[in-house]
């Protein structure tokens, strides 16, 4: 049961990232998932399908615009943010395996970044654009890397022998928290490093898994995922790991935490595969611990993934099947103002 919980999770976290791109308005296809997020001091709502949907990243140039796509001819798959560079990073397969390239919000400019036989994945930027996180196994298992913007200045942060993933910055670039296995195979713990790989320091130390931090803001918090209480549940705890904070007690998986842009709110995913909601909570409170529980927005009989703050907080980005196959969605973090932003066949 644990082993299927974990695989669960990894299904709902696997479906919401970051992505993007626009020339001329055209029909997103139809895919079975989306990734979605937002462009950095930008209004940018970013999406894109799976390999298999036949590629294509979507760039919507503010929450309630129509949407524009431009298509690839090979599956694109897991990006990373946009910066306020004008850069989007991300991952495609379209020279034999998973490298990352990066490309103006245009779609102009397209460069490969990563030239190997292993898979480079997971891209991140660093909050001033220099530099990029991301995950490679050019080593024989995942770890931990940074480069230039422009793919120069490889370097290798971390050297265990177990899988090391999840690179999330801190808002001001100092530091990057990840998940590894490191200490048991079963049960990932979340570490924070230096960026120059130096100091990691365990912060979570327990027997169950803790996953996907995110940085607070302020840099003061991190929100993570875990199921330390039996099934998975959202947590904060203070950027040394003192303080754990259970913010979520209910018997659903809990997991994607995503801080709003004043540190007040975290939006997350709710519910085993095929009926995940979106739900927003205090993040400083436990609601249900107290009797009464985080707000559902996006109440709605199907699968309702990635959830992504609008740069001004006030918009909340997801990908919803309520409509039959998965669309593009905002809606207020009230649960009010559901806007459809796309229209698929």
Not at 163 to 192: C, L
Not at 303 to 322: E, Q, V
């Amino acid at each position: 049961m644990h082993k299927l919980l974990i695989a669960s999770l990894i299904i709902v976290l696997a479906v919401t990232s970051a992505l993007m791109v626009l020339p001329q308005a055209k029909a997103l296809p139809q895919v079975r998932a989306l990734t979605l997020g937002t462009a950095p001091q930008s209004n940018n709502v970013l999406a894109s399908g799976p390999p298999d949907s036949g590629g294509g990243i979507v760039v919507a140039t503010g929450p309630e615009n129509a949407p524009l796509v431009s298509p690839f001819g090979v599956g694109t798959i897991l990006v990373g943010q946009a910066v306020s560079n004008g850069k989007i990073a991300f991952v495609s397969d379209r020279d034999g395996n998973n490298e990352i390239y990066t490309m103006n919000v245009d779609g102009t400019g397209v460069a490969r970044l990563t030239v190997n036989v292993a898979s480079d994945v997971s891209p991140t930027w660093s909050p001033d654009g220099s530099k990029i996180a991301f995950v490679s196994n050019r080593d024989g298992n995942n770890e931990i890397y940074t480069m230039n913007a422009d793919g120069t200045g490889v370097t290798r942060l971390t050297t265990s022998t177990s899988d090391d993933s999840s690179p999330a910055w801190s808002p001001d670039g100092s530091k990057i928290a990840f998940q590894t296995n490191r200490d048991s195979f079963s049960n990932p713990e979340i570490y924070v490093m230096n960026v120059d790989g130096s100091g990691q320091t365990r912060l979570t130390v327990n027997t169950f898994s803790d996953l996907t931090p995110a940085w607070s803001p302020n840099g003061t918090k991190i929100a993570f995922s875990t199921n330390r209480d039996g099934n998975f549940e959202i947590y904060t705890m203070n950027a040394d790991g003192t303080g754990a904070t259970r913010l979520t007690s209910n018997p659903a998986l809990d997991a994607n935490p995503t801080w709003s842009h004043d540190g007040t709110k975290i939006a997350f995913v709710r519910g085993g595969f095929g009926s995940e909601q979106i739900y927003v909570l205090d993040a400083d409170l436990c609601h249900e611990c107290i009797g009464t529980g985080p707000t559902n927005l996006s109440q709605s009989a199907s699968r309702n993934l990635g959830p992504a703050w609008s740069p001004d907080g006030t918009r909340i980005l997801f990908a919803s099947s309520r409509d039959g196959n998965f669309e593009l969605y905002a809606i207020n973090p009230d649960g009010t103002g559901v806007t459809r932003l796309t229209s698929n066949t």
